[in-house]
């Protein structure tokens, strides 16, 4: 039985203060959603003062990305043992902004997990089409190129180490969510892939969905057979929604 995680990407969202007061919300929420595990990944310079006020609590925490060197001569970049260090048990790599925005190849991505996975980190690894790439058929041979990206350096039984996030493009921070429907063919698409390698870790894989997720659609999102939580951006600054979100997952 895969436990649901649903995981809070705040982004490049927040201050001291709005971040202790959502952290306040949260801790005094989450005990009626303990059947899912709970996490939130802050901008790095947040990550002592969350991992102070959810230090002992139910929620996890991790970082947004990594490097992929251990130590060095790297100005503004962050080592999975700094994460470790902090407190963080998960780490996202590949998320789609990373991929477009800082033009991180699927190669690199690949390099980002191995590192996580070295540092004893969970690594969250997105994947999605563009809506581009969705009208034009390929949806399934995005993912599964960013998949076997990963598969191809740290293979099947590495993968395991990690969670999934599909998240189509398209759906991030726009408002448009996948149906319910599209987001269960390509978890299935993804899960099957990973079953061609090893149908033990595919069983085993948490896939999660990612794409303007709200406590409205979550139930339904997460009710389907291969969604195993979510990966929550914008919903996850409020205390309420986020609360609501896991309590769907519950
Ligand atoms: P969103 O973002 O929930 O605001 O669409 C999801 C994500 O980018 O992880």
Redesign the pocket.
């Known amino acids: 039985m895969r436990k649901p995680l649903v995981a809070g990407?705040w982004?490049m969202n927040g201050s001291l203060e709005s971040v202790r007061e959502l952290l306040e919300g949260l801790k005094s929420g989450i005990d009626a959603v303990s059947n899912a595990e709970v996490a939130v990944c802050p901008p790095y310079v947040f990550v002592p003062e969350v991992q102070k006020l959810l230090d002992g609590s139910a929620i996890s925490w991790g970082g947004q990305d990594l490097s992929v060197e251990v130590s060095g001569a790297y100005t503004g970049e962050i080592a999975a043992s700094m994460l470790s260090d902090f407190g963080c048990k998960y780490v996202?790599v590949g998320?789609?902004?990373r991929r477009s925005y800082h033009g991180e190849s699927d190669e690199l991505v690949a390099k980002k997990f191995a590192a996580a996975r070295a540092g004893g980190l969970v690594p969250i690894l997105?994947v999605g089409e563009t809506l581009e790439e969705r009208e034009q058929g390929i949806t399934e041979d995005v993912c599964a190129r960013q998949l076997d990206a990963v598969i191809d350096l740290v293979g099947v039984d590495g993968l395991a180490c990690g969670v999934i996030?599909y998240?189509p493009v398209w759906?991030?921070?726009?408002?448009k969510t996948a149906t319910p429907e599209q987001a269960q063919d390509v978890h299935a698409f993804i899960r099957g892939r990973i079953a061609e390698k090893s149908a033990e870790v595919a069983e085993g894989m948490r896939i999660l969905y990612?794409?303007?997720?709200?406590p409205g659609n979550a139930k339904e999102l997460i009710g389907k057979p291969d969604i195993d939580g979510?990966?929550?951006?914008?919903?996850?600054l409020v205390a309420e929604d986020f609360l609501g979100i896991c309590t769907a997952a519950n």
């Open positions: 990407n982004k996202i998320h789609s902004e997105c996030a998240e759906a991030i921070g726009t408002g990612g794409g303007s997720m709200k979510g990966l929550i951006g914008g919903a996850s």
